[in-house]
């Protein structure tokens, strides 16, 4: 592994490279980039230096100091990433794209936008949805995380049952290896079978491969219509059964989330605003939308059918604006509660999550602990948020391992992965590693070493090459 700590030589070059007020040095200022969203200060460490390049050509000649200097590169988004991937565990220098916001061209014709990594997804939502486009991506943490940080994690988020994740939308990318050469991969095409797809080899690749500087995402038409509809459970075993019956009906839904009563709760204390059916309910949230509003209709129609069937207390046309904000609060909603929690992120197949939300959601009870649910159903991914009490530092991290022993051996065995979104960066490395095929883990090691012979760029996450 490179070097961790970054020599004074060092700043005085990225200095000349990026502008004095643009390398960060001071205590102060780089608090910020000390942690991502992880909240457990296992995985936080203060950064040493930061730099901000404006374009391309200033992240190359960054990259090319710290390869020349052997000094460790963390690159970072807007740093709300729930995996300690951007985060300068081993030390180093973080080359931040946040400078890097420009949306650079809108292809109306092709449908396609070209964008700088550090435009805030919500804004490029919004931009090209004034252009009377629509971009699919849609993480709940939209309105903070950068599209960068989104190809690097291949971020799923609401729209995914319909739209797919990041990976779906992005048609190529521009990228900077660990020793400083520019490259562009993909591009304006719909198509492409030149070769190995080293562009989806960066897509999710977490910042160990290189730096991505330009996107070049796909969009589509504009639906006219879209409906939420709120379907309220006594019974959470019943609550999740929908979402198969939904997606088996002939719907494609934009997405199906689901909160059980607890996280309900803990949103309505957060929010201080009273949700509907809080006292008893667990809530599935089925988003359908089109240009044909009488086809919509039917859908809801169907909808509600399936789910009185199945014992729904009620069924309502939510009023989207509550809805979306309870479901997007749900992370901070229990972060108010306990500022030490572990978020486990795992992904099963969609038939499958009915047995593994009832099985896991037990497990709450067994270890005396508070576990809320909630997450993106419909493509089998749940999020289930493991809140530290007033019990010690100590014990927490015996209980902690034991209830993910038991949730990632279910998950396996009903051929599910330690994460459907949120990536592995730090956090996850060594139970990717515990859960992972080894030629699958060697594999990986493989492209690691061979992208990045220096072991440079962003080390020890995701597969640590040491080991
Ligand atoms: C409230 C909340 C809700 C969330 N909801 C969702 C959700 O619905 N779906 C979901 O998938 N995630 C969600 N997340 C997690 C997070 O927002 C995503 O992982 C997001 O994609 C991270 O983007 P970022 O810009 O913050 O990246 P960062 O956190 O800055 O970085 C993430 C990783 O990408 C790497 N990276 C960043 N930029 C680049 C680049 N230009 N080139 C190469 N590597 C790079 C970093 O090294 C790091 O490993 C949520 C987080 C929060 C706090």
């Known amino acids: ?35 991502d969203e992880v909240t457990d200060p296992h995985y936080m460490k203060p950064a040493q230096c930061v730099v901000l390049p404006a374009n391309t050509q200033e992240v190359a000649a960054c990259v090319k100091a710290c390869y020349e200097a052997d000094t460790i590169m963390v690159p970072r988004a807007a740093g709300t990433g729930l995996a300690a991937g951007a985060v300068a565990i081993f030390g180093g220098v973080i080359i931040s794209i946040e400078r890097m916001n420009k949306i650079l061209e809108i292809d ?21 949805k004034d252009a009377g486009l629509f971009y699919g991506g849609d993480p709940c943490s939209g309105d903070s995380c950068f599209i960068g940080g989104n190809v690097a994690t291949n971020a799923g988020g609401n729209r995914a049952v319909k739209y797919g994740v990041t990976r779906d939308q992005v048609l190529g990318m521009e990228v900077v290896t660990p020793a400083g050469d520019i490259v562009e991969l993909g591009g304006k095409v719909r198509k492409n079978a030149t070769g190995y797809s080293l562009m989806h080899l960066f897509i999710g690749s977490e910042g160990t491969l290189g730096i991505i500087t330009k996107i070049y995402l796909k969009l589509v038409a504009l639906p006219k219509f879209s409906m939420d509809l709120l379907a309220v459970f006594d019974n959470l075993d019943d609550a999740i059964a929908l979402t198969p019956k939904v997606m088996n009906a002939g719907i494609t839904p934009v997405c199906v989330e689901f909160m059980d009563n607890a996280s309900i709760k803990q949103v309505e204390v957060f929010l201080n605003e009273k949700l509907q059916h809080s006292d008893i309910g667990n809530y599935i949230i089925v988003q359908i939308a089109g240009d044909n509003e009488d086809l919509l209709d039917e859908q809801c129609e169907k909808i509600d059918e399936l789910a009185r069937e199945g014992n729904a207390l009620d069924v309502l046309v939510a009023n989207p604006t509550v809805i979306w904000k309870s479901r997007k609060a749900y992370l901070e909603a229990d972060r108010a509660r306990s500022l030490v929690f572990s978020m486990e992120d795992i992904v099963v197949p969609m038939t499958e999550i009915p047995g593994a939300v009832s099985q896991i959601s037990r497990l709450g009870e067994k270890y005396n602990v508070a576990m809320h649910c909630a997450g993106h159903c419909g493509d089998g991914n749940v999020h289930i948020d493991i809140l530290k009490d007033d019990r010690t530092q100590e014990e927490w991290e015996d209980m902690l391992p034991k209830i993910q022993q038991e949730i990632y051996k279910l998950v396996y065995s009903l051929k599910g992965r330690v994460s459907g979104e949120h990536g592995i960066g730090f956090k996850r490395a060594a139970l990717m590693a515990k859960y992972t095929n080894p030629v699958e883990i060697e594999m990986m090691k493989a492209v690691k070493k061979g992208l990045d012979p220096k072991n440079i760029m962003n080390p020890g996450k995701v597969v640590d090459v040491t080991k």
Do not use: F, R, W
């Not at 970054?6 to 102060?28: H, P």
């Not at 092709?110 to 550090?118: A, C, K, L």
């Open 1 to 35: 592994m490179a070097k961790g700590e970054v020599s004074q030589e060092l700043i005085e070059k990225l200095k000349s490279i990026v502008g004095e007020k643009y390398c960060i040095t001071d205590k102060e200022k780089l608090e910020p980039y000390g942690h």
């Open 108 to 128: 109306k014709e092709n449908m396609i936008v070209t964008t700088e990594p550090g435009v805030t997804t919500a804004v490029l939502q919004n931009t090209v």
